[in-house]
């Protein structure tokens, strides 16, 4: 079926120290489930890593708290997060995910306008 997807299924990007974690692109124009106007995937950040610093100009990215304990970083405040709970980065705010626990961190991203590839890797240092 074109429009389902199992996340074990998905493409990773698998980044290493300092910023080690797994990201999945489940949803986007270049993925199995093709999308005209929305990214969605995972980030799982190992513990003890946190994410490089990065913003976007001109996306909403919506993180929401699949797993384990940690922190979204934005502009240098950090906010718990908890499983269950959803934070909304506005256009223009740094941000960064933290794992303060002992386990995988794991969000779901939801960005809108979605990422185009090669500014994904850029902004997640992967280029």
């Given amino acids: 079926m074109e429009n389902f997807i199992k996340e074990a ?9 300092p910023y080690k974690r797994t990201i999945r692109h489940l949803v986007a124009p270049w993925t199995k ?6 990214w969605v995937g ?11 610093a990065h913003k976007h100009d001109t996306q909403e ?3 929401y708290c699949l797993e384990g304990v940690g922190d979204l970083r934005i502009n ?6 908890l499983p269950g709970d959803t934070l909304l980065v506005k256009p223009g705010n740094t941000h960064q995910v933290v ?21 994904f890797q ?5 280029s």
């Fill in 76 to 81: 240098g405040v950090d906010i718990p997060m």
């Fill in 9 to 17: 299924e998905a493409e990773a990007e698998v980044i290493g120290e």
């Fill in 61 to 63: 990215e919506i993180f």
């Fill in 33 to 38: 489930v093709k999308s005209e106007h929305v």
């Fill in 122 to 126: 850029k902004d997640h240092k992967l």
């Fill in 99 to 119: 794992n303060r626990g002992k386990d995988v961190f794991k969000l779901l991203a939801i960005v809108c306008p979605y990422f185009v590839k090669e500014g």
């Fill in 42 to 52: 995972t980030t799982a950040v190992e513990p003890g890593f946190v994410s490089n």
